[in-house]
């Protein structure tokens, strides 16, 4: 069965060589029940380690029927230890978080048996050993002797020829270690049974051979009696797949455990949750990068143009501009082209949010509506994706007057509209105001960009003060103003002395909460006429094809105009350009740091809870997984946790978008499916490799020194 020709073992420790084995010439049949005694420090568990496949040899040739094995690798050695070898220890080396049950099952789920077949066997076993009555208790709460049985009920368990025993009585009283040692006398018939003991007196009366060791050496190799080989069931063949078998397990360990599967859990939702929101919150800001900063409604039909020489632009320029043939439209009040409108509203208990540019190039005329179209200045509509909104409620939003932010290139202010139209599309949104609406909007609009000037002159002293948008409120009259509380706090503190004049007209200052227009100027409409500017500088075109827009812009340049394509400019290179790549880049060093901040952080935890488990994960091979299915029991422990986790962010994140329309609107417009695919692929990835350095971490030591730093 096994054979021992001049075996040798060394220990390496930190530069210092110690013996385990010298020269030992052994061997060993079926049918045997062989004691292995010696003094502490003699060679024994050394020996037994050898013989088991559980520590390796240096010098000499061990045969496993017939069969050399120094050219053994890893893997012949893991199919040794699964298909021939029995382990019972002193220290019983269960899986303590496994019922008694589980621990019995798991070396059969290694030997790939089916499910029915697996139970109804392991029950079998563990009523031979005498704890039925603890088939569902933990193995942590057995008493010695119990768990020295359920270590023997393991063992039987693989229908292995070989059984060893490392000091199976060493930590049982005298009646607990009788049936001990009855119960593997019971089950030597058939098998070499090898058993390491101190205690020679309580074996004696069941071996039939022993061997003595000391420093290494074999000092004594003694028959005690005649033994017969009686035959054992042929051992029973599975036919689970891997896949199948290290799921199985990584499912008890999870379930086994439940506090530290509870701890990794958070671990994964955590990590999901900060790197999520520090890669979300980049692509957000990339996004919401246009509010307001004064670039260009880039469509690609679009030319702006103006005068080489400055002059306002008059009628004659307009019709010459219809009269080429590349263009469809003049649009003279070309300032609001720019304007970037921002609406909220409410519908039952769901807040939306909804932002975008005036249409210029659709007719909505003959589209279907929900409403209808702007007739009054102060009315517009909205075309936006409804997303999940009923039909029967677009309704709801309508007649009721909003204040409606809008961002120019030079400010954001608010004014006061009456939704009156929604037009469903699957287009970017858009706003539509009366040809009325817009030319008032691009009076004000004119009136900042032009400037003016608003100054408090107060004992001699002269104050500009900081302005921002012109507006008409229809219930002031002649010079009368009304600003915002915010200026009275930077106005000087004598008003009733104080002379304050708008572009060199007094005016009498009326101030009010108007917290939402705290940069906003109210004026009369008589006043708004004098600050009226009449002049028009700049016009949008609308070309017919995009592609027409370098030999536009050169028939224009050489009849005394400037034109240019925001849409072309927007793909041009320039320093703003730079300086937007080179703060994007060291955005997302930043989320990147962050990430791997977050990352580095749930590494060590998740290492330290996978160390924790090393004990359970060395048993695991010992009585017979493969390496590279034990890798697969922790990655799929791993992927099982970080699906639990992205199912219950899931659950928030889907909870949140059907809450509020706002985050829905601004989720959907942000985040793509690459975006998710990367995010969860990068969290799974780092996840993954936590378990396969973990794993990796325990090759590095043999078996012998993994149960042996786990007893320490």
Do not use: C
């Amino acid at each position: 069965m096994i054979k021992l020709e001049n075996v040798a073992k060394y220990y390496h420790n930190e530069g210092a060589v110690t013996l385990g084995l010298r020269k030992i010439n052994l061997e060993f049949k079926l049918g045997e029940f062989v004691a292995v005694t010696g003094e502490s420090g003699s060679g024994k568990s050394t020996l037994l380690n050898v013989i088991s496949g559980i520590d390796s040899y240096e010098d000499g040739e061990m045969y496993i029927d017939g069969e050399e094995t120094s050219y053994f690798d890893d893997a012949d050695w893991e199919q040794y230890r699964r298909d021939a070898v029995g382990f019972i220890f002193q220290n019983y080396n269960l899986i303590d978080s496994y019922t008694v049950l589980k621990n019995v099952e798991t070396a059969l789920i290694i030997q790939g048996m089916p499910k029915k077949v697996r139970l109804q066997k392991a029950k079998a076993i563990i009523e031979r050993v005498g704890l039925t009555n603890h088939l569902r208790h933990r193995a942590s709460k057995l008493s010695g002797g119990e768990k020295q049985r359920l270590s023997i009920a393991r063992a039987l368990a693989k229908e292995t020829k070989i059984i060893v025993a490392d000091e199976p009585t060493g930590n049982l009283d005298s009646e607990s270690s009788k049936q001990v040692l009855k119960l593997l006398k019971e089950v030597a018939d058939g098998r070499l049974v090898v058993i390491v003991t101190h205690d020679f007196e309580n074996v004696e009366p069941y071996v039939t051979r022993k061997i003595r060791l000391f420093d290494g050496e074999v000092v004594e190799d003694k028959k005690l009696r005649d033994y017969s080989l009686t035959s054992i069931p042929e051992k029973t063949i599975g036919k689970m797949s891997t896949i199948a078998k290290t799921f199985q397990i990584a499912i008890y360990n999870l379930l086994s455990q439940p506090k530290k599967t509870i701890l990794l859990l958070l671990v994964a939702i955590t990590t999901l949750f900060f790197v999520f929101i520090n890669y979300g919150s980049k692509l957000v800001a990339q996004n919401m990068d246009h509010y307001g900063n004064g670039l260009y409604n880039s469509y690609p039909e679009r030319l702006v143009v103006t005068r080489k020489n400055k002059a306002p632009l008059t009628t004659t320029d307009y019709d010459y501009f219809m009269s080429q043939s590349e263009i469809t439209k003049v649009i003279i009040p070309d300032l609001v082209v720019d304007a970037q409108f921002h609406i909220n509203f409410q519908i039952k208990d769901s807040y939306y949010y909804e932002d975008g540019f005036l249409n210029f190039n659709n007719d909505f005329a003959h589209q279907v509506v929900i409403g209808r179209l702007p007739q009054a200045d102060n009315e517009i509509a909205l075309a936006f994706n409804p997303y999940s909104i009923d039909e029967n409620n677009l309704d709801k939003p309508l007649n009721a007057i909003y204040d409606i932010s809008i961002s120019t290139a030079n400010g954001y202010f608010q004014m006061p509209y009456k939704l009156v139209g929604i037009y469903p599309t699957t287009d970017q949104s858009q706003f539509i105001l009366s040809e009325g609406g817009i030319t008032k909007l691009y009076d004000l609009m004119k009136i900042s960009l032009k400037g003016y000037q608003f100054i408090v002159k107060d004992g001699g002293v002269e104050q500009n003060l900081p302005y921002g948008m012109i507006s008409v409120n229809n219930s002031l009259s002649e010079h009368n103003i009304k600003i915002s509380l915010y200026y009275k706090d930077i106005l000087p503190g004598n008003l009733e002395q104080a002379e304050v004049s708008l572009n060199n007209v007094p005016v009498t200052i009326t101030f009010d909460a108007l917290t939402d227009h705290y940069n906003t100027i109210f004026v009369s409409p008589s006043f708004f006429q004098e600050l009226k500017v009449d002049e028009d500088y700049q016009y949008t075109l609308n070309l017919k094809d995009k592609d027409q827009a370098n030999k536009v812009i050169n028939r224009l340049f050489d009849n005394g105009y400037y034109a240019f394509s925001p849409f072309l400019a927007s793909k041009v290179i320039d320093f703003d350009a730079i300086f937007s790549v080179i703060t994007n880049i060291f955005a997302t060093l930043g989320v990147l740091f962050s990430v791997a901040v977050t990352f580095i952080i749930s590494y060590l935890v998740v290492r330290s809870i996978l160390l924790s488990k090393k004990k359970d994960y060395t048993i695991l091979r010992i009585i017979g997984l493969k390496f590279q299915e034990l890798k697969q029991v922790a990655v799929l422990e791993i992927i099982t946790i970080f699906l639990g986790a992205l199912l219950i962010l899931s659950g928030i994140y889907i909870t949140l978008i059907i809450g509020s329309y706002e985050i829905r609107n601004l989720v959907n417009k942000t985040f793509t499916f690459w975006n998710y695919f990367s995010l969860i692929t990068l969290s799974l990835a780092v996840m993954i490799l936590i378990a396969w350095r973990f794993t990796r971490m325990m090759t590095k030591k043999s078996l012998f020194m993994n149960l042996k730093v786990e007893g320490e």
